[in-house]
């Protein structure tokens, strides 16, 4: 991978026990710590890491990678992080690019919300939720971002916005 907003990974090794990955440092931290220490951005910032983002998934999307686990911070999970995960992704029925899609969306709500759609300590009823609700959007949302919100959010992934031409 070579692309300005993808991580490069230099070496791969394991242990018995554990698997390492040497990445360029990236001073800053991650988005997770400057989120959680901002509250949440003003729209303008949101924009800024949006669009990279949306040109890392660009890129990865033209290299025929689904990434599936969108999230502003590191995890230990196998794969997908419930609160930004993609309602087919969840039903188990197969998914495609557009499950990101639906993550991508996740992630800017929560940069402009100061937390994820359906966050509750309840799995479950984040799940359920998640797959039969409309995400809530805040009233002090721009217009444009809840235009945008509403496209990504989308139950349907062939309704979604990006499924069928990307990141245009």
Not at 1 to 19: C, D, G, I, W
Not at 49 to 75: C, V
């Amino acid at each position: 991978m070579n692309h300005p907003f993808v991580v490069k990974l230099h070496y791969a090794f394991q242990t018995s026990t554990r698997l390492f990955l040497i990445v360029d440092l990236l001073q800053g931290g991650e988005l997770f710590y400057l989120l959680r220490k901002m509250k949440k951005f003003e729209e303008k910032l949101a924009k800024f890491y949006a669009a990279e983002i949306l040109l890392a998934l660009e890129y990865l999307h033209s290299k025929s990678i689904i990434y599936r686990d969108l999230k502003p911070q590191k995890t230990y999970s196998l794969c997908g992080t419930p609160e930004y995960i993609a309602p087919e992704v969840i039903m188990r029925k197969g998914y495609t690019q557009a499950a990101d899609w639906f993550s991508f969306g996740s992630l800017i709500y929560d940069m402009l919300t100061g937390r994820p759609p359906f966050l509750s300590n309840n799995k479950s009823a984040m799940l359920k939720n998640l797959v039969t609700k409309p995400v809530p959007l805040p009233y002090y949302l721009s217009a444009e971002a809840k235009s945008l919100l509403n496209g990504l959010f989308k139950i349907n992934p062939t309704e979604r916005l990006g499924y069928k031409n990307g990141a245009e």
